[in-house]
């Protein structure tokens, strides 16, 4: 069976019970696990990312279905059974959910305290059939493909009243908290909000009642006007590393058309996004020799739960986007408590030094 | 002469100058590098964490002080001239410093986006003159001097009208971003306000319009009453994990009494958060078996300049407090890019296992 999957970089094991929990002083929500029979240390030793499944029998691979947990969804061209071959892109549920699917979304205080039960999906999308390939690596449509599976299951999850956010990501590389080689993203369904999507939603909604103008419109614009920060771009989209990164080498993605949910995006839109993520990545690992990265996709929030009325007018104010974090730097309790980062390449020489790359 | 001296766990080389830049889309401020001489990938390699000092001289003990440059402070119980031997803590600039002392706070707009000058202080507190003696170590009397030369270099930063935080922090182990092993401290005056401080900030202060109680206050009791998640306490302090903690065995030490600002703190004081520090810290390295560590100094922001107008009735809602973040689980863009932690160790757990451990 299939051990070694795992959600960010930290799993939440086959027996334990998670719930969401709000830190007060900066309501920012937190998965912690809730499971009190092992002693904390068996936890931390649980937690090491393990070994790179390469040379054990890779558990994602064509062939290997039997494997895995019984798919959700599969891409096959030429139709076929469920769990078997021929498919393209495959998804499954994670056989260590961080959320559990089951169970209602019961919400209480807890004295001053604000808990929700961990309610959620966790799904893996497995990007291709083959072992050692990387997304970037594969024809344009099938990253297309790949993108437009993203849509299909935010679409399907949407549906589902007790989740408030469908959150892609995708991480590669050991040190991006990946423990699987073959390319793969994943999608967490949480009846929260996160902190920094959240802080996206309240600034740009903030900008637009000031400016009546998109934030997103805003910077995109500045951007390619200045031109000193853009590291590639397309009839769809334009990448350019923002300017305040955090991170050497950091990356945005802005769509060139307001769509604030990403699974407004049509067929057009997946080709240019796989070229755009393709260029991107195949310039960053040239520029950085194959650096480890983590990629998310912001989104709005679902909007079928009432706790989203709200959220009135997020169709003019944000934008779904991508942004790409190559891991050069550590990441330490500093930077994360205090919020404040210190990113010694500027954004500038950065993209100028990616847009000489030539891929 | 020193040279692996860095702040946070990047440094930004001696001729390199700096900038602050706010994300418009999160309200973040970044210290970014502004130096387009270098290639960036030279900047990269530039920021690796170096081997430990270990086994070279150390540029920090005592009888090494010509290694550094000129103190800003130290504690010399018998006096003696500046830059000898015979002090108990010494502060120095850093060599590398991310922020400059010199120059005005210029703000300006580039478009949409804001930036500041890189000007601000960036300090070494060395805590012991020997090598090896990691500040849990020494007698109370001396950890409390520590505390103390916080103390006194706050005040004397808080006179210049420039500054708009003092963020003092402690990295312990390379995994946490100390480049040396001499135990020491750091201190960054900056113009802005971190952003998780300010998160602190407007929280602890609609929760105050809200109740008319600091919910620092409220926070507290509900631990004390609850004592489920408590580590340690004493007549001056109370150690505890975060109801939700962002990761395993994180803590935070509030002090009993209401302070918003750390330099008011007095000597019994000093001594109480000592005992606290040093049960802590040991309690953790026999649980976790010598961690590497982050410990962030959380304070109200300054109040000398005219921006600070607005922080009226911030001595009753804010509560300086200490957040320790042992380094078991990596960190990666996952969780800096979304906000959202997933913690496998139910702080419950984490603080009854501490609780347990003798020290």
Redo the contacts between chains.
Sequence with gaps: MLTALR???????RD?MAEL????????????????TK???E??S??T?SESETGKTDPLAEGNEKMTPPEIYAFRPKAGPANSGGWKVRVIPNTYP?LRIEGQNRAEG????DMMDGVGAHEIIIETPKPDQPLETLPLEDIADVFKTFKLRMIDLEHDMRFRYL?V?K?VGK???ASLTHSHSQLIA?PVV???????LD??EA?YQDKERS?FE??LQ?EL??NHRIVYQNSGFVAFC????????EISIFPRRQMCDFYASEKNDFLQIADCYKVVIQKLNK??NHPH????LYTAPTRSSTAAARLNGLEKYFRWHL?I?P????????????????????????AQ?MQDVQV
């Design positions: 959600g960010g970089c930290i799993y939440v094991s334990t929990r709000k830190d007060p002083l900066t309501h920012r929500w937190v998965i912690v696990s809730t499971e009190r002693s904390p240390t936890f931390i649980s937690t990312v961080v807890v004295g001053i305290y959150l990501f991480n040190v991006a908290g949480t996160p902190k920094i999507v959240q802080d996206k600034m740009s900008y934030i805003d910077i500045q006007r200045d923002p300017y305040a990164s955090r991170f050497p080498f520029a950085l990265y983590n990629c998310l942004e974090f891991r050069v730097t550590m990441i330490t309790g500093f930077e994360v408590g205090s919020g404040f980062y210190i990113n010694p390449v500027p954004p500038e020489a950065a030094f």
